[in-house]
């Protein structure tokens, strides 16, 4: 199973700021992932970031809003730019456990980067 | 487009009692399904999952779930709930593409 390491676990930020977080993950990956955890509410994908080439985002999210880098194999980050309350959220990063035959395994997990924007 | 519904949103039982937790989605080709826990302060994690074969899987600490394709629902259960049992039990499927497309979550809070 892979290990995900999120920077920052939390923050506190003021309105209008941007921040990145930062996605290690212990093995070579093909897919990494970024979802959103809002209050009370359950995951929604904003984007799946794979390396070498630009990230692929859902509907409602912008790469103007969420930049996100995928230098390598091994690490991913997400900018939550401009930011406004309603950002206020837990943000994860994902990796895919692929299994031999090419089929779709678990996903695994980080522990989440907590933000608050006030 | 694949969704996922998940009709209790706040369980509330105590020790002992069985648990069944709803799960439907929709999408009509092969999917592949997964019930994940988030323990109070704790990350994501699996725990259990269904990609083909016996409809009924097991998962870890005492956890089943169905898969009945004609009802399209993969509901979670567990014959006995532990204190330790509480937390927010999210379900997924995966279809046609390689997302994660999980339910609204089910918060479930076990009394001693």
């Known amino acids: 199973s892979a290990v995900i390491s999120q920077k920052p676990s939390r923050d506190i930020c003021q309105r209008g700021t941007s921040l990145t977080i930062q996605c290690q993950v212990d093995?070579?990956?093909?897919?990494m992932f970024w979802y959103r955890q809002q209050p009370g509410q359950s995951l929604t994908l904003i984007a799946t970031?794979?390396?070498?080439?630009?990230?692929?985002?859902e509907s409602g999210f912008v790469i103007d809003k969420f930049p996100i880098s995928r230098p390598n194999l091994t690490f991913s980050t997400l900018t939550v730019s401009n930011m406004s309350p309603e950002d206020s959220s837990i943000y994860l990063c994902?990796?895919?456990?692929?299994?031999?035959?090419?089929?779709?395994?678990?996903?695994?997990f980080g522990e989440g980067s907590r933000l608050t924007v006030l | 487009a694949q969704s996922v519904s998940q009709h209790n949103h706040h369980v509330i039982l105590s020790e002992a009692a069985s648990l069944e937790l709803g799960c439907n989605y929709s999408?009509?080709?092969?999917?592949?399904l997964f019930w994940y826990v988030q323990y109070p302060g704790q990350h994501l994690q699996l725990l259990l999952k269904?990609?083909?074969?016996?409809?009924l899987v097991k998962g870890i600490k005492g956890f089943e779930a169905e898969f009945i394709k004609s009802k399209f629902s993969f509901n979670l259960r567990k014959p006995s709930v532990q204190w330790s049992d509480t937390a927010e039990y999210f379900c997924?499927?995966?279809?046609?593409?390689?997302?994660?497309?999980f339910g609204t979550g089910t918060r479930l809070q076990v009394f001693p």
């Open positions: 997924a499927v995966n279809g046609d593409t390689d997302k994660l497309i």
């Open positions: 970031a794979n390396q070498g080439s630009e990230a692929t985002y």
């Open positions: 269904y990609f083909s074969g016996d409809p």
């Open positions: 999408y009509g080709g092969t999917v592949n």
């Open positions: 093995s070579q990956v093909t897919m």
């Open positions: 994902s990796v895919e456990e692929v299994l031999s035959g090419g089929d779709t395994g678990e996903l695994f």
